[in-house]
T-cell receptor
Framework: DAGVIQSPRHEVTEMGQEVTLRCKPI?????LFWYRQTMMRGLELLIY????????DSGMPEDRFSAKMPNASFSTLKIQPSEPRDSAVYFC????????????FGNGTRLTVT | QKEVEQNSGPLSVPEGAIASLNCTYS??????FFWYRQYSGKSPELIMS????GDKEDGRFTAQLNKASQYVSLLIRDSQPSDSATYLC????????????FGKGTRLSVIA
C-alpha cells in the first residue's frame, strides 16, 4: 500500500499566482480530507469528500480556495490568487469512511507564498 | 463549534520517566478520541484510539478517557529520546462519521 500521495512536496510561488495541490488517496478509501497546518492555528479542516462528493467546505477560508475530486483516486486543492498568509503545510488524508475510522495522512505540501 | 485544548508545551522529561499529555474537549457528545504523533517536518501518525471510559494500554502507551470530565490523556512510560515529537489529540463527533477535530498539539522533549 503506497499510502496517501501528495504533490508537490514543496511549492514556492509569488503572491497572485495560482497554486494547485494534488492528492491521491489510499485505494479503497472513500473519504478524503484537506487540512492546513500552521503554528498559530494548528491543523484545520478545510474540506472533506465522501464518495467524491464535497460534504462540508465550511473550513475553506475564502473564495480563493477551491477543491475538486473528479474521481475516487484524485483530488486537487487550488488557490487563486495566492497570498502570503496562505503559507502553510497542506495535508491530504483519507479514511475508509467507516464510523470512528482513523485518518491516514499524506506527507503534506509545504507552500510558501512570497 | 468543537474545540480541543492542549497545553502547547514544551513538556520536557528525562529519559526513562513517564510523560503525561493532557487534552480537554468542549463537545460533551464526542464519541471517539485519538492520539497522533507528529515528528518535525513529518505528517501525523496514529498511535492510540480510545472510545470508552477508562484506560487502554498499548505497549509503553496508555490512553485514559473520562467523558464526564471531558478529558483524555496519554501516558508514555519509559520515555525515550525517540518519543520527542508533537502529540496531537483529536476528537470525533457522536455519529462517528464527522471529521476529526485536532488540538494544536503538545511538544514533548525527552532528555537523554
Amino acid at each position: 500500500d503506497a499510502g496517501v500521495i501528495q504533490s508537490p512536496r514543496h511549492e514556492v510561488t509569488e503572491m497572485g499566482q495560482e497554486v494547485t495541490l494534488r492528492c491521491k488517496p489510499i485505494s479503497g478509501h472513500n473519504s478524503l480530507f484537506w487540512y492546513r497546518q500552521t503554528m498559530m492555528r494548528g491543523l484545520e479542516l478545510l474540506i472533506y469528500f465522501n464518495n467524491n462528493v464535497p460534504i462540508d467546505d465550511s473550513g475553506m477560508p475564502e473564495d480563493r480556495f477551491s477543491a475538486k475530486m473528479p474521481n475516487a483516486s484524485f483530488s486537487t486543492l487550488k488557490i487563486q490568487p495566492s497570498e502570503p498568509r496562505d503559507s502553510a503545510v497542506y495535508f491530504c488524508a483519507s479514511s475508509d469512511g467507516q464510523a470512528n475510522s482513523p485518518l491516514h495522512f499524506g506527507n503534506g505540501t509545504r507552500l510558501t507564498v512570497t | 463549534q468543537k474545540e480541543v485544548e492542549q497545553n502547547s508545551g514544551p513538556l520536557s522529561v528525562p529519559e526513562g520517566a513517564i510523560a503525561s499529555l493532557n487534552c480537554t474537549y468542549s463537545d460533551r457528545v464526542s464519541q471517539s478520541f485519538f492520539w497522533y504523533r507528529q515528528y518535525s517536518g513529518k505528517s501525523p501518525e496514529l498511535i492510540m484510539s480510545i472510545y470508552s471510559n477508562g484506560d487502554k494500554e498499548d505497549g509503553r502507551f496508555t490512553a485514559q478517557l473520562n467523558k464526564a470530565s471531558q478529558y483524555v490523556s496519554l501516558l508514555i512510560r519509559d520515555s525515550q529520546p525517540s518519543d520527542s515529537a508533537t502529540y496531537l489529540c483529536a476528537v470525533i463527533g457522536p455519529s462517528g462519521n464527522t471529521p476529526l477535530v485536532f488540538g494544536k498539539g503538545t511538544r514533548l522533549s525527552v532528555i537523554a
